[in-house]
T-cell receptor, first 112, second 119 residues
C-alpha cells in the first residue's frame, strides 16, 4: 500500500495570507487524489479532486497541483480566513472504484 | 449536495455488548459504502467496503466476525461492533458513493461520524 505523508506540524498563518500544504506519496501513482477538510469531531468534507493526467485544479480560493514525477500534491488556500482553520486531509485512490487511503492530515490555524 | 447521515452520533456501552451504527445516504443511491475508523490525531483507516446486496470486503487486519456489515438497500449500510471492548473505542465514519459516481465524479460523501466509547 501507499505511504502518504503530510506535514504533521500545524500550519499557523495570518489572515489574508496563502496557506500551502504538502502531500507526498511513495509508491504507485494514484488514479486520482482528493483533498478533504475535517473539523474536530466531524466527518471529512470533500473539497477537490485531481486526476493523474491533470496538473492543476481550482475552486474559488482553493488550488491543487499534482506532480506525478515528484509524487506530490500541493494544496493552496489563498486569502485565508479564520473560518478556514481545520485539518486538511489528502486521500489517494488506487483505481476508480473509490477505495481511498488517507494521510494523517495537516492542521491549519488562521489568526485574524 | 449529497448528504450522508449516521446514527447514533455518540454511543457509550459496556464491555461485551454489541453496538449498531447506521449509515444512510439521504438524497442519492449508493451501491458502495465504505466504513472507516479514526483514532485521535491519526488518519482515517479503511475497515471495509460495503456493496449493496453482497458481502462486505474487509481490509487486512479487520475481523469480519467482530465488525459485521450489512448493506441491505441502496441507501442504508450498518456496522455492528460485536462484543465491544475498550480498545474498540474510536470514531467510526462511513462514506457513500453516488450510484452515478463511477468514473464521473468519483466523489465520496462522508457521514458526520459516530463516537464510540466502550467502558
Amino acid at each position: 500500500s501507499q505511504k502518504i505523508e503530510q506535514n504533521s506540524e500545524a500550519l499557523n498563518i495570518q489572515e489574508g495570507k496563502t496557506a500551502t500544504l504538502t502531500c507526498n506519496y511513495t509508491n504507485y501513482s494514484p488514479a486520482y487524489l482528493q483533498w478533504y477538510r475535517q473539523d474536530p469531531g466531524r466527518g471529512p468534507v470533500f473539497l477537490l479532486l485531481i486526476r493523474e493526467n491533470e496538473k492543476e485544479k481550482r475552486k474559488e480560493r482553493l488550488k491543487v497541483t499534482f506532480d506525478t514525477t515528484l509524487k506530490q500534491s500541493l494544496f493552496h488556500i489563498t486569502a485565508s480566513q479564520p473560518a478556514d482553520s481545520a485539518t486538511y486531509l489528502c486521500a489517494l485512490a488506487e483505481d476508480s472504484w473509490g477505495k481511498l487511503q488517507f494521510g494523517a492530515g495537516t492542521q491549519v490555524v488562521v489568526t485574524p | 449536495g449529497a448528504v450522508v447521515s449516521q446514527h447514533p452520533s455518540r454511543v457509550i456501552c459496556k464491555s461485551g455488548t454489541s453496538v449498531k451504527i447506521e449509515c444512510r445516504s439521504l438524497d442519492f443511491q449508493a451501491t458502495t459504502m465504505f466504513w472507516y475508523r479514526q483514532f485521535p490525531k491519526q488518519s482515517l483507516m479503511l475497515m471495509a467496503t460495503s456493496n449493496e446486496g453482497s458481502k462486505a470486503t474487509y481490509e487486512q487486519g479487520v475481523e469480519k466476525d467482530k465488525f459485521l456489515i450489512n448493506h441491505a438497500s441502496l441507501t442504508l449500510s450498518t456496522l455492528t461492533v460485536t462484543s465491544a471492548h475498550p480498545e474498540d473505542s474510536s470514531f467510526y465514519i462511513c462514506s457513500a458513493r453516488d450510484l452515478a459516481g463511477y468514473s464521473s465524479t468519483d466523489t465520496q460523501y462522508f457521514g458526520p461520524g459516530t463516537r464510540l466509547t466502550v467502558l
